[in-house]
């Protein structure tokens, strides 16, 4: 079963239903659900055919499939998450579905041509009107057997849980007219003593049906393309591995890998799972992942991420993570989750949608009586059937049902092809009402990781020895300004040599000597402690870099300053456009860090944010974050996702940067999986663009009802002469949900800006 525990009470599973051909279907699943004992919560998204279903864990996968069966719908229980069992299991019902249109249409077809036929008073003078009106019952028996019995059954079984769906409006139209038609083709004396002419309906049961069908298999494909992004992902992960065991190479599935394995990567091959560089180096696509374009450079040490692509080098790597806990399922479950999720919103569409069938049945009533009373004795009967019938057909609340979860899904595939990880669909329509964004200066704005940023030295001539001198001394610290220093030095022409008398002062620094003699490796007061005066040509240079806050560190040989180094936390490189970008979209910016007020200061000048907030504790973020809401913002939170958590939390919107490879997911609503600070607007794009998209949605579908019912009621027949007919409403039926789903298909083409 596939299951996520969300407490040690509670589990969830995902299901597939097929079957659904409405908001009304979704909340009859839902409701079968529901009353079984140990089921707490229950959403059902008709747009992916998905539910997720949380238990105590005492109701079993063959009780689930069976409530929903008898609701009238196909299920099953997902047996990992996510799987492709789930979309094998969702094509072959397309494809039955299609199967059965294609058996429908010759059918359907004789049956249209027969009526058309029997419209011309000269083919009775060669075929009884009697005989004619059996051949079209004939006709039809099969579209009824194929297309119309599940309408039927699903009516049925929606009746006996109390509620009405669209296959009941279907059911109750095609069935009227069917049995008015087949009375009046086996019994057509009732009519005859009663003074009417007995009409037959066939071919509008069986066009009907048929276009019903029709609709439902471009629904179907729409449907496919709105989860392409899901798709996309579960073709991502190989599903063999090449791993050393025992000294040899061997292929074993991905299933069997465990942590721990050594495996091997060839140029070309698609990183089989996520695991971290023993030996080589080599640059890797990570596109598919991080959204991120550029080959990244991987050495010794680097995390590989499953599912992106190695491009050039043959990589040795360790196997970090396996299973559920690789960022690819990560991802992959975190984007089913979004998309099976529902919008607050779509409470809106839901509310409707319980009285929607009802209140239609109502007017279909109405409607009959009306023009059974209205109409001439002779026609009074039929015309009436026709315009109830038109009432049923076209009054779907299919495109209600699937104005929010299609744009939710589309959007959420968009975002993760951009690198961005929405974890609900709360988040992506509660961002589009942002009006501050509050960023974390360290590894949001900045690198995150010190880099050397200048530097000054006394004898150039002797660079080479002295970059192998810093290069030798501070590999042996993993102090992060020490690693800067070994990285600057290494990439400057610095070669390992052989240290001894190391000795590290906390606070201060550390001190070494080489075969040429004595080195300090420290700040100022270092320097101080040693009786080493400052080199008074430095100074100058020293200052500016401090006014910039950035920190210095002095290298001493044999007691004379030979050097210094400026090490800072860099801006990162897109991290002005993104806050230019932000303001351009009339949002509030600010910084909030815990550094000092003069490093703030500087990062915030650099990056174009006036709002400053510093030397704040980890622990106090989350007040600052609730003083920006009391004031009316709704507020995006812009951190790590790890010492940002609270803060993440409290946030209307939680949005944690990420590195591709540990990313922390579970602290806030979106993740930006590239670490790129431009998604941040981009985010919030993507929401405004998507309740846009769901805004356009509701309104076609409010005003498809709103004119539609109206028009096969015969309400305009008075004034314009107007009416329906019921081929031509159930053609506008399946219009309209293609339509709407086309429109969501939009997002897909959305374009960033900044």
């Known amino acids: 079963m596939s299951t996520s525990t969300s407490t040690s009470a509670q589990q969830t599973v995902n299901m597939t239903i097929t079957g659904m051909t409405c908001a009304s279907c979704a909340v009859n699943v839902e409701e079968a659900l529901r009353r079984l004992d140990g089921v707490t919560d229950v959403s059902v998204n008709p747009v992916s055919d998905t539910a997720r279903v949380t238990t105590t864990g005492t109701v079993s996968a063959e009780h689930l499939t069976k409530a929903v069966k008898s609701a009238g719908y196909g299920a099953q229980v997902n047996t990992s998450e996510p799987t492709t069992d789930a979309a094998n299991f969702k094509l072959q019902a397309h494809r039955d579905l299609v199967r059965r249109f294609w058996i429908m249409v010759p059918f359907s077809v004789a049956t249209m041509i027969l009526g058309m036929a029997m419209l011309l008073p000269s083919i009775y003078d060669v075929v009884p009107e009697s005989a004619l009106n059996w051949v079209q019952l004939l006709l039809t028996i099969p579209v009824l057997w194929v297309g119309g019995r599940e309408y039927a059954v699903a009516a049925w079984n929606a009746g006996k849980h109390h509620i009405a769906t669209m296959d009941t409006l279907v059911a109750i139209g095609t069935g009227t007219a069917l049995l008015y038609s087949a009375v009046a083709t086996i019994a057509p004396d009732l009519f005859h003593e009663a003074g009417q002419h007995p009409h037959v309906y066939f071919d509008t049961t069986v066009t009907i049906l048929t276009l019903i069908t029709l609709g439902k298999v471009l629904e179907g494909r729409a449907k496919q393309r709105t989860s392409e992004a899901m798709t996309r992902l579960m073709v991502l992960q190989p599903t063999t591995a090449r791993v050393i065991r025992t000294g040899f190479e061997i292929d074993v599935p991905i299933d069997e890998i465990v942590v721990g394995d050594t495996i091997i990567i060839r140029p070309g091959e698609r990183i089989p799972i996520d695991s971290r560089v023993l030996t080589g180096t080599t640059t890797v696509d990570e596109s598919m992942v991080t959204g991120e374009s550029m080959p990244v450079s991987k050495s010794p040490g680097d995390v590989l991420v499953g599912g992106t692509i190695n491009r050039t080098g043959v990589a040795k790597a360790t196997v970090m993570r396996v299973g559920a806990d690789t960022t690819l399922r990560q991802i992959m479950r975190l984007v089913e989750q979004a998309q099976g999720s529902k919008a607050p919103i779509q409470k809106l569409a839901d509310l409707i949608s319980s009285w929607f069938v009802p209140v239609v049945l109502m007017i279909a009533v109405a409607t009959f009586v009306v023009w059974f009373d209205v109409l001439p004795v002779e026609t009074r009967f039929a015309g009436a059937l026709i315009n109830l019938v038109s009432v049923l057909i076209i009054a779907c609340p299919c495109a209600l049902g699937l104005a929010t979860p299609t744009a939710i899904m589309v959007g959420t595939g968009k975002g993760t092809e951009s690198g961005l990880v929405i974890r609900n669909a709360e988040a992506l329509e509660t961002a589009h009402r942002v009006t501050m964004v509050v960023l974390d200066k360290t590894g949001t704005v900045t690198v995150g990781k010190p880099?050397?940023?200048?530097?000054?030295?006394?004898?150039?001539?002797?660079a080479p020895s002295l970059m192998s001198a810093i290069h030798s001394i501070e590999s042996k610290s993993e102090h992060p300004l020490a690693e800067a220093l070994a990285s600057y030095t290494k990439d400057h022409g610095g070669i390992l040599r052989d240290v001894s008398n190391i000795v590290i002062e906390p606070g201060f620094g550390i001190g070494a000597s080489l075969d040429d003699g004595s080195y300090l490796i420290g700040n100022a007061a270092m320097l101080a402690s040693h009786n080493i005066a400052r080199r008074p040509s430095f100074a100058e240079q020293e200052l500016v870099w401090q006014q910039s806050a950035q920190t210095v560190l002095f290298v001493a040989y044999n007691n004379d300053h030979v050097a210094s180094f400026a090490v800072s936390d860099t801006v990162r490189s897109t991290s002005p456009g993104a806050i230019a970008s932000l303001r351009n979209m009339g949002l509030r910016v600010a910084l909030l860090t815990g550094d000092a007020h003069s490093t703030a200061e500087a990062i915030a000048k650099e990056v174009g944010i006036d709002e400053v907030y510093a030397d704040v504790k980890p622990s106090d973020k989350i007040a600052f974050v609730s003083r920006f809401q009391s004031e009316g913002e709704r507020v995006a939170m812009v951190g790590d996702g790890i010492n940002d958590a609270p803060a993440l939390a409290q946030a209307d919107v939680g949005i944690a940067i990420g590195s591709g490879t540990d990313v922390a997911m579970e602290a806030a609503d979106i993740t930006l999986m590239n670490s790129d600070l431009r998604n941040v607007p981009?985010?919030?794009?993507?929401?405004?663009?998507?309740?846009?998209?769901?805004?356009q949605n509701l309104f076609f579908a409010f005003i498809y009802n709103v004119l539609g019912i109206p028009l096969a009621?015969?309400?305009?027949?008075?004034?314009?002469?107007?009416?329906?007919?019921?081929?031509?409403?159930?053609?506008?039926?399946?219009?309209?949900s293609v339509s709407v789903l086309a429109n969501a298909l939009r997002l897909r083409s959305f374009s960033f800006k900044g």
């Open 451 to 462: 880099s050397v940023t200048g530097a000054v030295m006394h004898n150039e001539t002797n």
């Open 682 to 695: 981009h985010a919030l794009q993507l929401s405004r663009a998507t309740m846009r998209n769901i805004k």
């Open 713 to 736: 009621a015969g309400v305009f027949i008075p004034v314009f002469g107007l009416s329906l007919d019921p081929a031509i409403a159930a053609a506008a039926m399946g219009l309209s």
